[in-house]
């Protein structure tokens, strides 16, 4: 499977930028698709994700600012992110939970740094 991600850069606190993810290859099924971010000196946590069936997931920090979706149609997840912070500067990293030539498993894809920064 192929995760490819876009979208990350630089903007200024209060900014907003767009993460797109597009997964390709051999899926059996998805179970969720998600985001997952990286700070420097600090553990890979989780961003947002959307199971099957619509159901979301917030980490507290971004709640009220980030919007997680789905083209399901396309294997694509979209992380709008809104009133960017200084403490969203991260390296983010798109992941999908699911069945991939018959094989279960977490897939990650190369990451995309957003930096916030005045």
């Known amino acids: 499977v192929q995760l490819q991600a876009s979208g990350g850069g630089s903007v200024q606190p209060g900014g907003s930028l767009r993460l797109s993810c597009a997964a390709s290859?051999?899926?059996?099924?998805?179970?969720?698709m998600g985001w997952y971010r990286q700070a420097p000196g600090k553990q890979r946590e989780l961003v947002a994700r959307i199971i099957s069936g619509g159901s979301t997931n917030y980490a507290d920090s971004v709640k009220g600012r980030f919007t997680i979706s789905r083209d399901n149609a396309k294997n694509t997840v979209f992380l709008q992110m809104n009133s960017l912070k200084t403490e969203d500067t991260a390296v983010y990293y798109c992941?999908?939970?699911?069945?991939?030539?018959?094989?279960?498993?977490?897939?990650w894809g190369q990451g995309t740094l957003v930096t916030v920064s005045s």
């Open positions: 992941n999908l939970n699911g069945v991939v030539t018959s094989y279960s498993g977490n897939y």
């Open positions: 290859g051999s899926i059996s099924s998805i179970n969720a």
